[in-house]
């Protein structure tokens, strides 16, 4: 069995992906790390070195070559941003859940989590944050199969609402 879950930074894929790894006994699989080990630096060291450009087709191959595992796997939130990688998501076996997030949960989280580090945020700051999740937001609507409001709940609450979505026995 296989579950992507996308949404935009601060979603809660991550956190998610974990919860429903435990809960359904999968492997749980980040495309964030998956892409580190793949370039051997991290994303932002990545970003900084190469550039938008190349980190994106890096992403694609990651992309291509995880969605053949199986387990949970969590995406970054500009991965459905190129139609080639819309194209492997919505053509895979498996759910793609996409979690909404509020903008006010976005910020919320963003800030607690130290968004300093996320190049995006470098570049764009938080209003220009929050211009870009609402120019993926119909993005991410076509390539999901399910749509998950996360605002004001717990990550164990959100993976049981997926698992109940998606009608999977535990």
Do not use: W
């Amino acid at each position: 069995m296989r579950i992507t879950l996308i949404g935009f930074m601060g979603s809660g894929k991550t956190t998610v992906a974990q919860e429903l790894s435990q809960q359904l006994a999968l492997p749980n699989n980040d495309l964030d790390t998956l892409i580190e080990q793949a370039a051997g630096l991290t994303i932002p060291a990545y970003f900084e070195q190469f550039g938008e450009a190349h980190f994106r087709q890096l992403e694609q191959k990651v992309l291509t070559e995880a969605l053949s595992l199986e387990g949970i796997l969590s995406t970054g939130g500009g991965t459905p941003v190129q139609v080639s990688n819309q194209d492997l998501l919505q053509n895979q076996d498996g759910p793609v859940i996409f979690l909404d997030a509020s903008d006010q949960t976005i910020t919320t989280r963003l800030l607690a989590d130290g968004v300093a580090s996320r190049p995006l945020f470098q570049q764009l700051g938080m209003d220009g944050l929050l211009e870009l999740k609402q120019t993926r937001q119909p993005i991410y609507e076509k390539i999901a199969s399910e749509i998950i409001t996360v605002d004001g709940k717990q990550p164990a609450e959100i993976a049981e609402e997926i698992i109940h979505t998606i009608n999977v026995s535990i």
